[in-house]
């Protein structure tokens, strides 16, 4: 008798009620495989109903969220996600362009500073080959510094 | 009678454009202006040509003309008028032909315009824009015509038909009889226009996006002719400066009506998905954008000069690129493409194309022709907050074509997976970019060109960063507690807060010299400085769009439910309440109807009744496409949106609704309105300054000697 409620009790915790907003916060992360950049929770073909009835299949089942993923790219290829999980592929997507984006920036700032110290450079010669009286200079240097 | 006339005016067309770049090329090399002259007559013949073949297709469209493909293909006895004149670029051969059109309205436009007054820069820009158009001409005439028609060749000997499709009528010989299929037969297995394109936007959304696309070829080619003549003054920027805020506008536009359309139709409570044929549109308005701004520098600073015509064939190569991608098939696999017919022509071109205008840059560049007038920018300078601007949009364009084409080709080629890139994943990479955007739309407007000093520019920024303060207190005491969002708002906020300031200063330092009262002065300040402040509505409307994207963005609700009748939901602070449906409502144009019906409460009343639908088109091989068309309850807090899921069970008891919730939304609506307004404000060339005579003294008047 024992036996029997514990037995009950652990089918009951396998199979938890998911809604149709739990299959969607998944299928949102994942594409139509027919359909071109669809993505699963809004496609209507046989095929995505299909796919979405396993994904509320496996969550009652207990998988995660992840665990859905997972399946799906292991079944269907790297296609199915909206963001892939293979590291090469998250390397190409995702480092490649911080790296890229991080050089357009050094080299933005880096042709501002360059552009910023020619104006100084030319400033600067063009004072040196004035001839001023010294304590003026120093006049001039105060001025500068206190503005 | 109609393909015939129709193809005839096509095939002009192609040998009239290809006579205008030989012609054009051939005067000036050799000096003689009867040629050039020559050519561009022939340039503005193919403006009237291509009208006339459009002409021919329309009517064949509106007669019912289903021995040519094109019409079977798009249309059926079922469509109305209306869908009939939009199915003309309802397609890939229609749309060719519609582009070819717009292309041609250009060019003869910029040629009429500016033939007398840039001798030396007209027949170079004639030639690269006949050049591209021949290209697309031929396209239609060879790979993609829209006049090809339906034939059924008939063996004499042995009774055996087959069904052929050629332009020309196939020759017939003594065992084969050509004859014209059946008009019944024609009719009956027609094809209707794709469900998806049924809708108003239909008429107005292609035809900007085309605007927008063909209108770069302008500038394009003026800065070419400015490279190949050796022209390089600030003419080419000058003549080209209203055509380019032109093109923009219509693109702008275009994008605008693509995301609205894309919320009313595809059925999933957004606007933009970041989809690459989106983002194919998306990339030569960023290209754009950094050009509109990067001009400046050149006009006013005499800097930048590389830059500026780097970014204008930039930004038309990414209009032919993007235009390759979504034509060509390149977007669905990288093989693909070239089983498409008009795929490796449009590569071969796009490439060609992108190697010479490179190579005429970089060779005016190495003779140091192109060298920047100053060479010092100040960091806190106008100048050096433009260029900041421009490597922010060039990032964009990098991070968006990489998500979009360049990954998932290399992931392809060199990996052998297919990847695609979703919402998510655009949402993260630009989302830094477009902050650092609006930071610096809120700086820059208040920098002077040259230098500004901290002191000064600390000044004007006490009243913005003020407003921003108070409206991060606001936002806080409302509820609005998400960092990002609140950042988001912040920052959208402050940029907004900076115009506004400007503004008003404008106006009372003109209500103190002038008197006027404050309306006039707003007026005659607009009307004054159209450029200025028409680019300060331009940026408006960018912060209302940003506030309207945040908000629908981060803040959306979405469930979705299947209700019995009179059963109630809640949700949002709303209360929906299913009443029934109305299955099987036949359409005039034949569509099955299944209509829900709802109504919506908020705090206890009634506020509205929705009718989210599910139509279905029968198709002429006798299967069923559906298309779900949404119900919105629209105010500028949110939109209450509402989808009947066409995928589920439509019974008389119960139905599955998908219920969005997205606030502000229809700021991003309102915004773009503005930065129309305003980019018509900028577009708007200054009136004249009147003339004022002085009187002519007469003789009595005149003191004698």
Known sequence: MILLLAAMIVQTQEVRVITDDDVNAVAKQMFCLECENIPLDVCGTQACIQWRAEIRRQLEAGSTPEDVFEYFRVNHGEHALAVPRDPLLWGLTNVTLWVMGALALILAIAFIVQRSRASRTQAVTAIATVDLPADYLKQLEQDIANR | ?????????????????????????????????????????????????????????????????????????????????????????????????????????????????????????????????????????????????????????????????????????????????????????????????????????????????????????????????????????????????????????????????????????????????????????????????????????????????????????????????????????????????????????????????????????????????????????????????FMLNNAVFLTLFVFIFWGSFGAPIVSELFIGTEISLGIKYFNQVTAPLFAIMYLLMGVAPLTAWGSTTARKLGGLLLIPLGLTAATGVILWVTGVRSIGGLFGYLLVAFAGFVVLDETVRGVRARMRATRENPLVAMWNLFGRGRRRYGGYLVHVGIVVIGIGVIGSTLYQQETQRTMQIGETLDFGGYALTFNGIDSGQVAADGRILDIARLSLARNGNVIDQLRPRRDLFLQADGSAMPMTIAAAHSTLENDFYVLLVSWQEISPNQATFKVYVNPLINLVWLGGLVLIIGTVIATTPAPAPQRQSAPVPTTAGVAHA
């Open chain 2, 1 to 385: 009678m109609l393909a015939e006339l129709g193809l005839l005016a096509l095939a002009l067309t192609f040998a009239a454009a290809l006579y205008a770049v030989v012609a054009s090329v051939f005067g000036m090399l050799r000096n003689l202006p009867r040629w050039t002259v020559s050519g561009r007559n022939a340039a503005l013949l193919t403006t009237p040509l291509l009208l006339l073949s459009l002409i021919a297709l329309l009517t064949a469209l509106l007669g019912q003309e289903y021995q040519i493909s094109y019409v079977h293909s798009v249309s059926d006895p079922q469509t109305p008028t209306f869908y009939r004149i939009t199915a003309l670029w309802g397609s890939q051969d229609g749309s060719l032909l519609f582009w070819s059109f717009t292309m041609s309205l250009f060019t003869a436009g910029a040629i009429a315009l500016n033939w007398r007054t840039q001798p030396r820069l007209m027949p170079y820009a004639t030639a690269v824009m006949m050049a591209t158009l021949a290209f697309f001409v031929g396209l239609s005439l060879f790979l993609e015509n829209p006049f090809t028609r339906y034939w059924v060749q008939e063996n004499t000997l042995t009774g055996e038909r087959t069904a052929i499709e050629s332009a020309l009528i196939p020759p017939a010989s003594d065992t084969t009889l050509i004859l014209a299929p059946s008009e019944a037969v024609l009719a009956r297995t027609a094809n209707g226009l794709n469900p998806l394109l049924r809708h108003f936007g239909m008429i107005i959304h292609p035809p900007m996006l085309y605007l927008g696309f063909v209108g770069f070829i302008v500038p394009f080619a003026f800065a070419m002719a400015a490279l190949a003549s050796g022209n390089l003054s600030l003419d080419w920027i000058k003549v080209t400066r209203q055509w380019t805020l032109g093109a923009w506008l219509f693109l702008s536009l275009g994008l605008l009506l693509g995301g609205r359309w894309a919320y009313d139709v595809l059925g999933w409570g957004g606007y933009w998905g970041w989809d690459p044929v989106e983002n194919a549109a998306f990339l030569p308005w960023l290209m754009g954008t950094a050009l509109l701004h990067s001009v400046m520098v050149q006009e006013r600073r005499g800097m930048l000069k590389v830059w500026n015509m780097f970014l204008v064939i930039a930004t038309f190569t990414s209009v032919i690129f993007g235009t390759f991608a979504t034509r060509s098939g390149l977007i669905e696999s990288v093989h693909s493409f070239a089983r498409s017919a008009i795929g490796l022509p449009m590569f071969l071109f796009w490439s060609s194309m992108t190697l010479i205008s490179l190579t005429l840059l970089f060779w005016r560049w190495s003779r140091g022709e192109l060298k920047d007038e100053r060479q010092n920018v100040h960091p806190l300078s106008r100048e050096t907050l």
